[in-house]
């Protein structure tokens, strides 16, 4: 799972870059709590839902359904307003593993979240 | 569906009871064997019972459990992330609203959601450590479902009297942070297996509405 920072909701999950399985649209989703961003700015207003299906803001497609995903790095490449903001350093993308044990991992060899602010000793767990 | 769960429990202590029968026939007089079968089917009767009271998982005989109640047995669509939890105590606490919603007594819903399938996996989840889970992963020390269902029902309503809770509302959402005034659990994940997994005594218990998002122990931010 590539993910952008933790949720400043929840202040804990990490935001996975999920691909919704309807629209085919990159979404920031938190893989703890299930808000949602669909800009690359964390820091505005998410998306929240107890909706059990956590349905696409864009199409209304589960999000957490069979045809949705984790996205890939050739889908993060190819989602402009992700990767624009990736090129311009405003968000910065690490790969980890997912919460749910069904969810794909897709791990890097080294992890790289180990310079991640969330890690310093004073914060939430989640 | 109370009627529903009521007859086939009913029919399950049938089938206990000759089952009993049978085994006994002809091995102890049939005053024995009648005076065992009482003692059974007291036994079936008051498990829910005696687990909700004394908060212990007693063997079951049969599946379910209060044949008449207002908590009706039910049963969680919960399985192990790795470790053997118990969601017995868990069936005799929580009411069966249909449609895989479960209420607690303090007014809490679990449903389905969250990608583990539904918010009683995604709690449960929470009682195993997953040391490469990016950043920190709160665990709870507790493995019993029914325990931590009532561990959250119990800061829920210490949240609910204003005692040693912080809360945020934002985005139609309750994020609760409640100092439960004992350990509760640990930070894990990889940051906090780094950290030699410190006690964590606050639980943060996410709300929307009186729909469970999640909770889980966490060291609140200074």
Known sequence: ?????????????????????????????????????TTADPTASPVTTDDPDLPCPHCRASLVGDDSSWANAAEIAGANWLADAVGAGTLTLRTGK????????????????????????????? | MAVLILSRDSQQLIRLVETLFRVLRGRVPIGWAVGLAALLVAYVLAQPYLERTLGVSLPGLARGGT??????????????????????????YLRDLGNEVYETPAGLRYKRGSQHGHRLKH???????????????????????????????????????????????EEGREVFTIDVGKRIGYIGGRSGNRRGRPAARHVRLVLQGKSVITAYPIIPRR
């Not at chain 2, 990016?134 to 959250?152: A, C, E, I, W, Y």
């Open chain 1, 1 to 37: 799972m590539h993910y952008a920072g933790f949720c400043r909701l929840c202040e804990t999950g990490p935001l996975g870059v999920r691909k919704c399985g309807g629209c085919q649209a990159l979404l920031l989703l938190c893989d703890e709590c299930d808000a949602v961003w």
């Open chain 1, 98 to 126: 997912p919460f749910a044990p069904s969810g794909p991992a897709e791990i890097s060899p080294t992890p790289t979240d180990d310079l991640d602010p969330r890690d310093e000793p004073c914060d939430a767990g989640g």
């Open chain 2, 67 to 92: 044949p008449a109640g207002d908590r009706a047995p039910v049963a969680p669509p919960v399985e192990s992330p790795g470790k053997s939890p118990s969601p017995a105590t868990a069936n005799s």
């Open chain 2, 123 to 169: 709690l449960l989840a929470h009682a195993e450590d997953m040391s490469d889970r990016p950043g920190q992963h709160g665990v709870f020390d507790d493995h019993d479902l029914g325990s931590l269902v009532r561990l959250v029902d119990a800061a829920y309503e210490q949240a609910e009297r204003g005692e040693r809770v912080a809360v945020r509302r």
